[in-house]
């Protein structure tokens, strides 16, 4: 099962591309973190993973999904370079960012494959006419 760009991209290789692209777009949020707020970057982290849930396989997107939740915390959520969390508040949301990341990527895939089942079932209509 391949995404629209990733048909002939291996899983490994989709993969690579996956963490590079949420290292990429983390490392260009870093040096904005004392100007724009930590909850700002889980945004940006989260249209990076439903982006990329939009054109690869499932593993990668959960794999990124689990990754931009760690850096998002090492990185970004205070005390800094740390997984501890030290406010409640912050715990339930990165807990929350977690789980909706999580779910996000899951259902943007089922969307993909089942837009996908629909355009086979009409090509296959389709060549049933011409005969």
């Known amino acids: 099962m391949s ?4 048909h002939n991209i291996s899983i490994g290789k989709q993969s690579l591309y996956s963490i590079l692209i949420i290292g ?37 997107v959960l794999l990124t999904a689990v990754l931009s939740a760690l850096i998002w915390d090492y990185f970004f959520i205070p005390p800094h370079y740390t997984f501890h969390i030290s406010s409640t508040e912050d715990a339930v949301l990165f807990l929350m960012y977690f789980v909706i990341v999580l779910i996000n990527g899951m259902l943007t895939y089922k969307i993909r494959q089942i837009e996908k089942k ?8 389709n060549t049933i006419k011409l005969y």
């Open 3 to 6: 995404g629209i760009l990733s």
């Open 24 to 60: 990429i777009v983390a490392g260009l949020c870093f040096p904005f973190s004392n100007v724009i707020d930590y909850r700002i970057v889980a945004f940006i982290l989260l249209v990076i993973v439903s982006i990329i849930a939009s054109v690869f396989d499932i593993l990668p």
């Open 118 to 125: 629909l355009v086979h079932k009409e090509e296959k209509a």
